[in-house]
């Protein structure tokens, strides 16, 4: 207990830093407003960002994306209540029961719960991160490079099922992920592989190329090839603060979707969209009176919200703790990381414990900071929701190439993202989704890595990966979860829920 809060006293003295208290506001209303508009999620915003953090310090950095990426879980309740429009795939839920509140002149009361909830589950799921974060660590010390492979395969797998559409598409990005991991400067030989003599190859393929192309360009495409239909509330708001009689209905729910959305977010391969249906899906199975659900019914706003929250911030614990992201938004953290000459994994605990403990410690004062953000600010979201998306996309593309071009200085890469945004459009297009792609490109180069390395120290031996329990067991998790995911009943059902 004295370790844990030596620990975070020492994280409060780096997020409260006047610089680090700045980055986290600037994060927050960032992540809000790109939550608020739809069209432009936190994965365009934080590939956008990723070139302006390069002159930051590390920890600031990620201060600033982190609280981004939970900052658009915040604003995407808001345009789902009010324009029945999810800002965020995680707040598709919340427009079942919020919209009807908002129609009934109810409004005010959904947008109060939805930051209330996600507040508390905010502080929970930090307070779960923090009392994880050095178990976890001390196991994956334990790990070595074959442990490491098996987990990074069984994450692969984790992508796979969990990510929507068919299994078999899932599996095909997964693999021209690695595939393009691959290219480059064999580590060990010093041969060049893939790179069909093209020397900007050489260095294999910049990870802000890839994901700048397939979720900054990409999504414009997508969108501007939407039909735009916003049906923007001319209601009376009403009053921000929810009654005693919602709150009181709303407390069981907050705390069932506050333990869903934690638990789920640990989860690889986007667990933490998971949750907020899980959480309705529960929430309508417990009332007395399921029928209320989708005609208004506040705990489902409430549960979802709180899940949803809670999902985005335990997504941080295998990045923190392991180093293996477990969605396309870690991925861009491990990005970031990568930039600023950080090996995400156990070793940064011990070697930069001012980081770890800053990240961490700055959740719970972004999560303060996006309560007060939210509920004051109401008017402003209700204006921004009105901006037409064609005055966006332009400024979208400006700032994607500017900060591409600003990587390396290098024209070829502008060039390669947009050949990146053309396939993310067309994979769309036919279903193929492009978040395994990136999962499989991160994690690629990691597995080889430490499938090399372990294969070296046994000479070749592939029973490595039998004989040593952790490895068996991680090996076999998700073996079972592929070969369950492709059974005929429980591939219906998983369509069916991702179709809802």
């Not at 430490?450 to 090996?475: E, M, Q, W, Y």
Request: charged share 10%; net charge neutral.
């Amino acid at each position: 207990m004295g370790d844990f809060l030596s620990h975070l006293s020492l994280g409060f003295s780096v997020a409260l830093t006047l610089q680090n208290l700045g980055l986290a506001l600037v994060g927050c209303l960032v992540g809000t407003l790109v939550g608020v508009l739809p069209g432009v999620g936190p994965i365009a915003t934080i590939t956008m960002l990723l070139p302006i953090t390069f002159g930051m310090p590390p920890v600031g950095a990620l201060i600033m994306l982190a609280g981004i990426y939970y900052g658009a879980q915040y604003g995407g309740s808001t345009t789902a209540i009010l324009i029945n429009v999810p800002g965020e795939v995680t707040s598709v839920v919340t427009t079942l029961d919020g919209h009807q509140m908002a129609l009934q002149g109810r409004a005010g009361a959904a947008l109060g719960i939805a930051a209330l909830g996600s507040f508390f589950a905010g502080c929970v799921s930090t307070t779960v991160i923090a009392a994880l974060a050095v178990p976890l660590t001390k196991l994956a010390l334990v790990f070595g490079p074959a442990e490491y492979a098996a987990l990074m395969a069984m994450g692969l797998a984790f992508a796979v099922v969990l990510a929507r559409g068919s299994i078999l598409k899932s599996i095909a990005m997964t693999i021209l992920g690695l595939l393009l991991s691959t290219v480059g400067t064999d580590l060990d030989t010093g041969v060049e592989r893939m790179t069909f003599g093209y020397a900007p190859l050489s260095d294999g393929v910049d990870f802000a190329v890839i994901a700048m192309g397939l979720f900054g360009f990409a999504e414009v495409l997508r969108n501007l090839d939407a039909v735009e239909e916003r049906d923007v509330l001319s209601a009376t708001i009403g009053p921000l603060l929810p009654s005693r009689a919602e709150l009181r209905q709303s407390v069981g729910p907050v705390l069932r979707g506050s333990l869903a959305g934690a638990i789920l977010g640990i989860l690889p391969g986007n667990g933490a969209v998971l949750g907020p249906f899980a959480s309705y899906t529960m929430e309508k199975r417990l009332a007395k009176d399921p029928s209320r659900f989708g005609r208004g019914a506040i705990e489902g706003v409430a549960g979802p919200e709180a899940a949803n929250n809670a999902g985005a911030q335990t997504s941080f614990i295998p990045l923190l703790t392991l180093g293996i992201p477990p969605n396309a938004v870690m991925a861009l953290m491990v990005g970031a990381m990568t930039i600023h000459g950080i090996v995400p994994g156990p070793l940064v605990m011990s070697r930069n414990p001012s980081l770890f403990w800053g990240l961490i410690a700055s959740m719970w004062i972004g999560n303060l900071m996006l309560l007060v953000i939210n509920l004051p600010l109401i008017g402003v979201w209700v204006r921004l929701c009105r901006v037409p998306y064609r005055l966006l996309f332009p400024s979208i593309l400006m700032f994607c190439c500017v900060g591409i071009y600003s990587v390396n200085n290098s024209p070829s890469d502008v060039v390669f993202t947009a050949g990146f945004a053309l396939v993310g459009y067309a994979a769309s297009k036919v279903g193929f989704e492009s978040a395994p792609l990136l999962l499989g490109f991160v994690l690629g180069r990691l597995l080889e890595e430490n499938l090399r390395r372990a294969l070296t120290i046994s000479r070749g031996d592939l029973l490595v990966f039998v004989h040593r329990p952790i490895c068996a067991v991680l090996l076999v998790i998700g073996l079972l979860v592929l070969v369950i995911a492709v059974l005929p009943a429980i591939q219906k059902g998983r369509e069916e829920v991702f179709t809802e």
